[in-house]
């Protein structure tokens, strides 16, 4: 489920999208129902979505769930059961690391939505200092939570994070299916990242030199990459907020 800062940070981004509040919003695998709730009472038309009548996300439903269109049984690994253009917003809270396959989800989420419109995404974050600090001394990045072991089961994979978000990837996924990044938001950060500040410089001078390769081969797409890389809250939050608009092909 998603904190209550997580929930702001995607409020935030919802209210900066063109139409506000007068948008029709799907959040997939919507949980306990606190974004849809929070969405609804700013005005928004909203709809759900739920894989497991018992899963082990929902252990508190809100009154919402039974008060708007909540779709059961859909599979994120699958086709989704709506209409192309059909959402002016689609949302994926903290679900797209349970996913074994980014690239299938994110262009089904992109055929649902409307052109013009937006994905807003959010994931643990491996770019923060944090974790970029984690994984120089371990070897393992922090993944916002229970570390995947032999205990899970093939048909228990989905309740973990076990497919985290590579953000170069994820920039390129983005673009191939009509989704260009536009805002970056913020959640939390934990105080022990304002120590690795002072050596921001170093890190965004090896980013551009790691960037040379892609600018070559694509200098709009390795600038864009670079310019969401160095972002400040990329580099400080918690998890990755991002919102994506659906734009013609390039």
Known sequence: MPSQKIVEAVVQLIRGVEGWPALHILDLSCGEGMILDRLRREGCR????HFRDNDYIIKR????LSEVPIHQNVDL???LPFGDGLFDVVLATEVIEHLPNHSVFLAEASRIIRNQGYLILTTPNLNRL????????TGQHELCSARLG?????????????????FPVL???LY????RIVRIGFTRCHWTAFFWVPVLPVIWMAQAIEACHLLRRSRKGGLDLLRWLNHFNHLLSDQLVLCA???EAE
Do not use: M
């Open 245 to 247: 608009q659906k734009r």
């Open 61 to 64: 439903p809100l009154q919402i």
């Open 150 to 166: 032999w205990h899970v089961r093939a048909d228990e994979l989905y309740t973990t994070h076990h497919n985290p978000v590579y």
């Open 46 to 49: 909203v709809e759900g979505t």
């Open 176 to 179: 191939l299916h009509r989704l």
């Open 171 to 173: 920039h390129t996924l």
């Open 77 to 79: 690994t699958r086709p």
């Open 130 to 137: 944090q974790s970029r600090i984690r994984f120089a001394l």
